[in-house]
């Protein structure tokens, strides 16, 4: 089973400045990365795949890079809809899919 | 445009067995390579992908529950279902239903439903 691991676990982050992600796989997942986002009460939802494709309708300041172990989210410019918990999800080895424990980016 | 609705009972006694469908409306369940899945969330923690079907009864299980899981598709009404064993409190959970490729990431999910096993 492919472990994920993200850091930090927390970041505090002010409107308007940007937020940087890490998501670190076991053992290599190619480009077969996947970000989520989640707001409480609300599934979650896809916002980048294949490591740095954006999904249908996602802004622009969103924007994933990476490959093999290490894969980073960056959100540019925040905005106030985007303070969320973040999740890194692997599916180049399945099964199991496995999903990193996430990041909350929370108003600093 | 997809939509996803899981139901079934909130309340589930411990050692019964938690059962929930996932009604897919806005498409099909039959078409070819994608896939349908439960992933689920204890509360204030992470997400735990359950298992996944395709329309043909493939099924795949995340083998820390695979004694105790069942997933099957009823194509004609649309739907596929779980089936969670000898639940217990550790079972307690938001259980999402979500669709995704062979080779990609969950694109579709439903709203989630919350599942607590208590007596």
């Known amino acids: 089973e492919i472990v994920m691991t993200q850091s930090p676990a927390t970041l505090s982050v002010s409107p308007g400045e940007s937020a940087t992600l890490s998501c670190r796989a076991s053992?290599?997942?190619?480009?077969?990365l996947a970000w989520y986002q989640q707001k409480p009460g609300q599934a979650p939802r896809l916002l980048i795949y294949?490591?740095?494709t954006r999904a249908t309708g996602i802004p622009a300041r969103f924007s994933g890079s990476g490959s093999g172990t290490e894969f980073t989210l960056t959100i540019s410019s925040l905005q106030s809809e985007d303070f969320a918990v973040y999740y890194c999800?692997?599916?180049?080895?399945?099964?199991?899919?496995?999903f990193g424990p996430g990041t909350k980016v929370d108003i600093k | 445009q997809l939509q996803l609705q899981e139901s079934g009972p909130g309340l589930v006694k411990p050692s019964e067995t938690l059962s929930l469908t996932c009604t897919v409306s806005?498409?099909?369940?039959?078409?070819?390579?994608?896939?349908w899945g439960w992933i689920r969330q204890s509360p204030g923690k992470g997400l735990e992908w359950i298992g996944s079907?395709?329309?043909?009864?493939?099924?795949y299980y995340n083998t820390s529950l695979k004694s105790r899981v069942t997933i099957s598709v009823d194509t004609s009404k649309n739907q596929f279902s779980l089936k969670l064993s000898s639940v217990t409190a550790a079972d307690t959970a938001v259980y999402y239903c979500?669709?995704?490729?062979?080779?990609?990431?969950?694109?579709?999910w439903g709203q989630g439903t919350l599942v607590t096993v208590s007596s």
């Open positions: 979500a669709r995704h490729l062979s080779y990609g990431p969950f694109d579709d």
């Open positions: 806005g498409g099909s369940i039959s078409s070819s390579s994608y896939y």
């Open positions: 079907i395709y329309y043909s009864g493939s099924t």
């Open positions: 053992q290599s997942v190619s480009s077969n």
């Open positions: 294949g490591a740095s």
């Open positions: 999800q692997q599916y180049n080895n399945w099964p199991p899919f496995t």
